[in-house]
């Protein structure tokens, strides 16, 4: 049992709420401080729910504190993508295998769901309404705004985790320090999110149990189902450009657009132009950054030192896998946080550089190739190869999604398979080719030649 | 003609002053801000001159206003590199063909010289002692504090350019605007500046011609001449580990170290303990960023766009490039200066990111290939075939220093390159085995390759 420490957590989103139970249970009293107001409290005056994937990575963080059933009941499982094309007519793409599924969470409503899991914890405490203003870091002193007083507060923390998100301003603070390794990278995309409400009856207006895309190549729409009926909507779309957010400026550029666009949707979202001109452009960025401590005395964690584009479905789960794979390293801890610290962030980094490169990367999956006939033929292809080889040959998507190998060692192995790939897609103009015998050799040879180079990069890690 | 402009620049380096004449050239009269004190006064008690490579895209800027050959007459050619072994055994590699060279000339004295010609132009107006604190972009707003008389001071810019080097308060102010990509990365090495003096004659101690190098694999010090008979050496070093800055505490320390690792220069170097602890460790940092503009107001250029880490002797060069490319395109221009900062930062950035690409790679050449017998072997086998192709093969490094093609393009190209070399050298033991048939055949069937791949990349551009 290592010595019991005051620690700091500076934001109570989704990673520093969970964490703060998992540092709790390793003994220690957690002072969480949250910039807004309690979100069980306003979220009654009616915030718009906003959705994300939940997938295995996730749940496994959940399940470490006993609460993945609990969340699971709140979740919609999503069965795949169902593409929307532009008459309307739609195909469906299985995520993965028979029974994995990736679900639909309220972000609001598993953070509240957190929340409310860890404050009767005598050993957690919740500060709302603080700001981050200043940090010193050498002194790990913190100056806040109190929102509810308009005053200034400090604090000395004995020992803080920045889980402040994107624009985190415990970053910004080491920032500041000597040879700080930092980039943030947007994309020239931002994203708008609208509604479609349930039907009367309170029923989903489109298949509840699937990731809904509607793929035009330079820009998408997608929807996930929200646990009331309604789906959240959101457009993936340029700044600039013919067909850009800065070219639709009336209800008549809106509609138009979305006739073309989006036809078989626009009757289910009749609040379409009231939401499309008040809700805001949000942006899309990439964030990475190194070392992400600071001596024995901070550590980021989350998004604060690794924010993704959305596009994997992964930005929470790799929050959450921050905390399991801390937790892991708490078990065999010798007291030592600025060891820890420095082994952690050493394990961590390379696996958050990949998941934010796989994001990047699948924006052009998901909003050009999955209209691609090729493309659907070849994830067919890819799930027969998985079938007859479930130990040689996981699809990049399933091993990001279904599973806790680290994700560079997905994002090389789907380098990997992507050149087998695309030498055996030469062979195959339909599911059958799959079974033709120079098929089969020639998958038979790249599988052993694959297994060798998998050998030798397992030297290396 | 276009409308004559108040030209800011902030930064009065060899960038600032340069673009001072090309901008006055033009019609406009420009006002230089600069935080240190006027280098022409301070010089004289007795800062040591650093010195830079400089070479034929820095020659071409200097050339644009005429004052090319006056810098070439006191600048020092280097002919090549001269490897220095742990035993003191010299090896010589040409840079070039016969008569290019690149030349060490004095930071100091280059600016000086810059200054001495701008400052008498009517149009032109130095203001030293004026550190720019805060800018408002919107208003092109500067607060400057005038370390003259203390007090603060603002002006507001017609237009302006940031040449306020790698640490730019003009890109920290666009880096607070919206959707800012920027990065910063440091190598986990520094530097040291030493010095070797001239004899007592005033010869120069080591070869004058040529850049001296003591590769030792995971380190290196090198040498450039200066015109007093000194040379100015730096020693690349890492921050932490068994051989590292943090680990030479001690005179003793230092001693054994350099006695192990340079014991040829340790007698030429009389003051070395004196300078090595008083001497700062100078960080290596590349910064990229994107856009280099802000509307028709201000636009970044040299350093403050694109540092790069010393390794390919470009850093200078570089900025002086995008002097010449922003006159050639204020050649043609309409008075729209929005469309002229967005086509040139636009045409710039490729090359910026390559050539900061390209200097990180050269430090592992320099510092542990260089050493290698295989790796000299390769050039020299370059170098013939540059000779006999001299139309279809040109080595990246002359790409880089003795050619004007945009820094991307001797990327790409060195890359195709790289790949036949590693196939060509397959078969060659010794320069003779040039010669050979199979070498010949296999070579000409590879430039055949490339000639293709070229084009292709071309359709690209």
């Not at 959705?51 to 999503?78: H, K, T, W």
């Not at 420095?342 to 050009?368: Q, S, T, Y």
Request: glycine fraction near 6%; charged fraction near 25%; include cysteine.
């Amino acid at each position: 049992m290592t010595e019991r420490k005051n620690i700091t957590i500076m934001g109570a989103g989704l990673v520093g709420s969970l964490l703060s139970l998992y540092l709790a249970k390793r003994g220690h009293k957690v002072d969480l401080y949250e910039r807004r107001p309690d979100m069980r409290k306003t979220l009654l005056d009616g915030g718009r729910s906003i959705n994300l994937a939940l997938s295995d990575r996730g749940f496994r963080a959940l399940r470490g504190i006993g609460i993945e059933e609990e969340v699971r009941q709140v979740a919609i499982p999503m069965h795949g993508r169902i593409m929307h094309d532009e008459e309307g007519r739609l195909t469906f793409q299985p995520y993965g295998k028979e029974g994995q599924f990736i679900y639909s969470v309220s972000r609001a409503g598993l953070n509240a769901a957190l929340m409310d899991i860890s404050e009767p914890n005598p050993d957690i405490t919740y500060h709302f309404n603080r700001q981050l203003l200043d940090l010193d870091l050498h002194q790990n002193k913190a100056t806040l705004r109190n929102h509810e007083t308009g005053e200034t507060e400090s604090l000395e923390a004995e020992l803080l985790f920045g889980a402040d998100g994107a624009f985190s301003m415990v970053r910004n603070a080491m920032q500041k320090t000597e040879r700080y390794n930092y980039s943030q990278s947007y994309l020239e995309y931002g994203y708008k999110e609208l509604t479609i409400p349930a039907a009367e009856d309170g029923s989903w207006q489109l298949e509840k149990n699937a990731l809904h895309i509607w793929p035009r190549g330079n820009y998408m729409m997608i929807a996930l189902p929200n646990l009331d009926g309604s789906f959240t909507c959101t457009l993936f779309f340029p700044y600039e450009g013919p067909l850009s957010f800065e070219n639709i400026k009336t209800d008549d550029d809106l509609l138009a657009f979305f006739l073309q666009a989006f036809p078989d949707v626009v009757a289910l979202m009749p609040d379409l132009a009231q939401e499309y001109f008040s809700n805001p452009v949000g942006t899309l960025v990439t964030v990475k950054c190194f070392p992400w401590s600071y001596k024995d005395k901070a550590l980021l964690i989350g998004d604060a030192c690794h924010a993704v584009v959305p596009f994997y479905g992964q930005g929470m789960n790799a929050g959450f896998e921050d905390i399991t794979v801390l937790d892991q390293m708490l078990e065999n801890f010798d007291g030592d946080w600025e060891k820890l610290f420095h082994a952690f962030e050493r394990r961590r980094k390379p696996d958050a550089d990949a998941i934010a490169d796989l994001a990047v990367l699948n924006f052009i999956e998901m909003r050009d190739k999955v209209a691609d006939p090729r493309f659907l033929l070849r994830k067919k292809i890819e799930s027969k190869i998985n079938q007859q080889y479930p130990d040689k040959w996981i699809p990049l998507y399933s091993m990001v999604t279904f599973t806790d190998l680290p994700y560079s060692y997905a994002l090389e192995t789907g380098r990997l398979q992507d050149e087998i790939m695309q030498k055996v897609m030469k062979h195959i103009h339909s599911v059958e080719d799959y079974e033709k015998p120079e098929v089969q050799k020639l998958l038979e040879k790249q599988l052993i030649q694959k297994e060798r180079l998998k050998g030798y990069q397992g030297q290396r890690v």
